[in-house]
């Protein structure tokens, strides 16, 4: 055989060995992407099925919560209700106080502008009969009077706050629990 010869059948068989490498290789590169899509049409099934299943559970969750805001709301309207029908007697309770604690300061003060006009009055009086006996007792009538009218203050006021003040000493222990 001559060198020529071998050298051609070299030749021939390197190149079967590398056709058949290279059919080896396209068959390995198409199965392995056949195999890469197939993982990944699988992990994009999967992702999907994970994301639609934490999807689930979490409309679930946030349904949850929307139910107990829905009633947390509810229970806060009915409570405004009760406290707007309770306040109502309330106000006129308030005002009945608040004028009971203004009748000492009014009966104070009528009594002082009556205290002022009888003076007023009587000094007139007085100087028109031109007897200082009647000056001092007109004097003495309305000072009779503002102190009658200031005493009687005094003690409505007291009233109202012993009042208040058993109310207030009685009030905290239905209040608590």
């Known amino acids: ?15 079967k060995q590398a056709n058949e490498f290279v059919n080896k290789y396209r068959q390995a590169l198409n ?7 197939t993982t990944a049409d699988q992990a994009v099934t999967a992702i999907k099925e994970s ?4 999807a689930g559970a979490a409309t679930q ?20 209700e009760v406290a707007e029908r309770l ?13 009971l604690t203004l009748l000492p300061v009014a009966v104070v003060l009528l009594m002082g502008v009556q205290s002022v006009w009888t003076l007023v009055v009587g000094i007139r ?12 007792i007109t004097a003495g009538i309305g000072l009779a009077g503002l102190v009658t009218g200031a005493g009687f203050g005094l003690w409505r006021l ?8 058993d109310e207030a000493a009685t009030q905290p222990r239905r209040n608590r629990r």
């Open 1 to 15: 055989m001559s060198a020529k010869t071998q050298i051609e059948k070299t030749t021939e068989w390197n190149s």
């Open 87 to 99: 306040q109502k007697p309330l106000a006129w309770a308030t005002a009945a106080r608040m004028a």
């Open 31 to 37: 199965a392995a992407g056949r195999a890469i899509n």
């Open 125 to 136: 009086w007085a100087l028109a009969q031109d007897w200082a006996l009647w000056l001092n």
């Open 158 to 165: 007291t009233v109202w706050v012993k009042a208040a003040l």
């Open 61 to 80: 969750q946030i349904d949850a919560a929307i139910d107990r805001v829905n009633a947390a709301r509810e229970s806060a309207e009915h409570l405004v």
């Open 51 to 54: 994301a639609s299943t934490a």
